[in-house]
């Protein structure tokens, strides 16, 4: 049995680019992994390829990557809330098996000669959607194998195995697919499931003790939607996403036309290709510990944007192989930098609960962008050359990084999300059930008036706290007789509800609510009501009066909201 043993973080072997590696678990479901990537590669090359030869327009080519991609955006956050309410390990598992199973189809039908450009893209959709329930799953327990200083690399380390499988994986597919069909190719990607699905089915990660029911799949998702929207670190990362993904998806897309139309070659020659962006993405990957150290992540993004807008565009106007391998090599490079920059900064900027949520969201417009962009180029290569589409889609790579100026990433590492759990939930006057509700809470707060404007500040950023984790028709009042009194209020559907919205605030947010007893001028810590919602009116004839259908205040002045 593969044990989940994650070192505490003081006892943490010193970070460097392969330290992820030191760690059982992570480096088990590694290797498997990259077989696994190396099959997909490989039926990649096959699909892509045996597209040009089955479709005659570049649009239907550049649709293989769309049909990946689309899925993605369709149900990754639905994956997402699966990953952060069910055991990874079991999601993972089911996401595999369902792609071997497709894969297995894929390479019947094609073997047959069944094969139809549409059913092609249907086949590789199906795939898609297997990926898209894998990634988030995958991406989050990634935090549950190494400790949190080791996670940016971990990340990379990844990147660097889907890389490793890229740099190989083409050339070899590009042989199969020469020598024995896309057929052969489908089946090596369907053989290549078996060793990750071993792996997982041995795996026995240590899951925390569930606390609270969990909750459903669709609180779940509205849960890491709100979350995500009231985070400011996370929405620039989705924003700079979809525009990265726009722009960084025609190389991949037109990777085919450039080698059949600018280079005159054949699968080889794909295979060569797409074999040299692999092996720049593990250069990428094996300096991003380095390159970490010497740049910060916004620094690091827009050197890496750069850098693939150089190599799009140079491989738009090259026609000669020895200059267009080294302009892929570049662009591996900067995708796997910058990837991994994003998906480093949404990890270490969201506690372990929403985790698998918010990568799904980056997933989700990361690859709208990545599908809209393979549309859009493939579109413009048809009517006006795959040269056209390359520079133009340098142009947007400069806009990826102009956009840092205005929008930069943040810096995450030094942040503290660990749960606070210094909150008990109160004992009540009146009874209550986990469904009782809606539940409404005041604090009332005594200001002096020279601590107005930072009391105002503070509370400014104890609104989008409150509402980030799961408060609703927040508001902040002021006594028209005692201008000193202020008073908070927010609301929750229901006492569950209520005591999840306290469970989730982190280490870091608890510098807010102790700002705000330093401001309160007393006497004592500042009063918080909870109270029932009830309707006015009489009861039902014969009904029996209980103290659930009374609105009494539930009152505790000496605990916190």
Request: glycine residues 8%; hydrophobic residues 50%.
């Amino acid at each position: 049995m593969l044990q989940a043993t994650t070192a505490p973080a003081d006892a943490a072997p010193a970070v460097s680019a392969l330290s992820p590696f030191r760690f059982p678990v992570f480096r088990s479901i590694w290797f498997a992994s990259v077989l696994s990537n190396l099959g997909g590669l490989i039926q990649t090359v096959g699909a892509s390829w045996m597209m040009t030869s089955i479709a005659d327009s570049a649009d239907m080519v550049a649709l293989v990557q769309t049909s990946v991609a689309l899925p993605i955006v369709l149900f990754s956050l639905f994956a997402g809330a699966m990953a952060d309410s069910l055991d990874r390990r079991q999601v993972l598992l089911g996401a595999q098996i369902f792609m071997l199973v497709v894969s297995t189809a894929l390479t019947v039908f094609a073997w047959l000669g069944h094969i139809t450009p549409w059913l092609l893209l249907l086949f590789t959709f199906l795939i898609g959607c297997g990926a898209a329930f894998n990634g988030p799953a995958w991406q989050a327990s990634v935090g549950d194998m190494v400790p949190r200083a080791h996670l940016a690399g971990a990340v990379a380390i990844n990147s660097m195995g889907f890389n490793i499988a890229r740099s190989v994986g083409p050339a070899i597919g590009g042989a199969i697919v020469a020598a024995a069909g896309a057929a052969a190719a489908f089946g090596v990607n369907a053989a290549s499931y078996i060793a990750l699905i071993w792996v997982l089915a041995r795996w026995r990660p240590q899951r925390p003790p569930q606390l609270l029911p969990r909750e459903t799949l669709g609180n779940a998702i509205a849960a890491g939607i709100r979350y995500v929207s009231m985070s400011p670190a996370i929405r620039r990362v989705l924003i700079r996403g979809a525009v990265f993904g726009i722009g960084a998806s025609s190389v991949m897309a037109l990777l085919p036309l450039i080698a059949r139309d600018l280079l005159s070659g054949g699968p080889l020659t794909y295979g060569l290709l797409l074999g040299s962006f692999g092996a720049g993405a593990v250069i990428g990957a094996l300096s991003s510990s380095r390159l970490r150290q010497r740049l910060a992540s916004e620094g690091l993004a827009r050197v890496a944007c750069v850098a693939f807008a150089v190599a799009a565009c140079v491989s738009g106007v090259s026609t000669h192989i020895a200059l267009t391998v080294p302009m892929m090599m570049i662009a591996g490079a900067a995708w796997v930098l910058t990837l991994s920059t994003f998906n480093v900064t949404v990890q270490l900027a969201t506690p372990r609960w929403v985790v698998a949520r918010a990568l799904s969201l980056y997933q989700v417009t990361t690859f709208a962008g990545m599908a809209a962009g393979s549309w859009l180029w493939g579109v413009i290569s048809a009517s006006d050359g795959v040269r056209l589409a390359l520079i133009a889609a340098a142009i947007v790579m400069l806009i990826c990084t102009a956009m840092g100026l205005r929008i930069p990433l943040s810096e995450t590492a030094d942040l503290n999300l660990d749960p606070l759990r210094l909150w008990q939930a109160p004992e009540t006057a009146v009874p209550v059930e986990p469904r009782t509700g809606p539940v409404v809470i005041t604090v009332e707060y005594n200001i002096r008036e020279e601590d107005v404007l930072e009391f105002l500040s503070t509370m400014a950023e104890r609104r989008r706290i409150r509402k980030r984790d799961g408060a609703m028709n927040w508001m902040l009042l002021r006594d028209l007789a005692d201008p000193h009194v202020w008073v908070e209020r927010f609301t929750t559907p229901t006492w569950l509800e209520y005591i999840r919205h306290n469970n989730r605030i982190t280490q870091d947010d608890a510098v807010i609510p102790q700002r705000l007893r330093e401001l309160h001028q007393g006497p004592g810590l500042p009063v918080v009501r909870r109270m029932i919602e009830r309707q006015t009116g009489a009861l039902p004839a014969g009904h029996v009066s209980t103290p659930h259908d009374l609105a009494e205040p539930m009152t505790d002045p000496s605990r916190s909201s």
